[in-house]
């Protein structure tokens, strides 16, 4: 069962321009973790947030985090051909098994 | 490169067949987790082991199995294949996984199983 729920499914921009994806999730969490995924690939870990942090940056990925809307961000600054791919995020409820949404798609062209 | 292996990358079997899926985690590793990822169902986690033992189950079939060796390779089973089962399939490690700890989990390339 998904417990993350991206929004929008797809998302389409011009290099150069800032892509926002949204998460919600349902349950407590210990963490909330990205993942990038290019086309039919494995899925590329891109940050990880804890659940008692509300920002993390990490180069031009941007993650907020709000525990009381179960909600997160993922901001790409200045998006480039090379981040077109599909952005899971995913729950960590107890160190076990992540639960992923069903992802965004984000194409962005030259 | 994540460090994580899996073989084979492609799988293309008839149904009723079995096949065996292998994943080495990154070294060091402990933890070893399978999931599946299908156009309908998304991204599924299947079942997790700890050290050699099985340590969560997710939505994983009574046709499928899996298990975790003492050098801490990972095989899953997936048996009586339907067509539904054509799937990518990927294995990912951690170094925890316990309860309570921080679990960024490192994926491997996947194995794309087609049953025809």
């Known amino acids: 069962s998904q417990q993350g729920e991206e929004d929008p499914q797809a998302l389409s921009i011009q290099e150069g321009e800032n892509a926002t994806m949204n998460c919600s999730y349902k349950t407590s969490i210990n963490n909330l973790q990205w993942y990038r995924q290019n086309s039919g690939r494995g899925l590329v870990h891109l940050i990880l947030?804890?659940?008692?942090?509300r920002e993390k940056h990490s180069g031009r990925l941007r993650v907020t985090l709000d525990t009381s809307k179960k909600s997160s961000s993922l901001l790409i600054t200045a998006s480039r051909a090379a981040d077109t791919a599909s952005y899971f995020c995913?729950?960590?409820?107890?160190?076990?098994?992540?639960?992923f949404g069903k992802g965004t798609t984000l194409s962005v062209s030259s | 490169d994540s460090g994580v292996t899996q073989t084979p990358k492609h799988l293309i079997t008839a149904t009723g067949q079995r096949v065996t899926l292998r994943c080495s985690p990154r070294s060091g590793d402990l933890s070893v987790y399978w999931y599946q990822q299908s156009l309908d169902q998304g991204l599924q986690f299947l079942i997790q082991y700890y050290n050699g033992e099985e340590r969560a189950k997710g939505n994983i079939l009574e046709r499928f199995s899996a298990q975790q060796f003492p050098d801490l390779h990972s095989e899953l089973n997936l048996s009586s294949l339907e067509l539904g089962d054509s799937a990518l399939y990927f294995c990912?490690?951690?170094?925890?996984?316990?309860?309570?700890?921080?679990?960024?989990?490192?994926f491997g390339p996947g194995t794309r199983l087609t049953v025809l």
């Open positions: 947030i804890r659940s008692n942090e």
């Open positions: 995913a729950t960590d409820e107890a160190g076990t098994a992540l639960i």
């Open positions: 990912a490690s951690s170094a925890r996984g316990l309860a309570g700890s921080y679990n960024e989990q490192f």
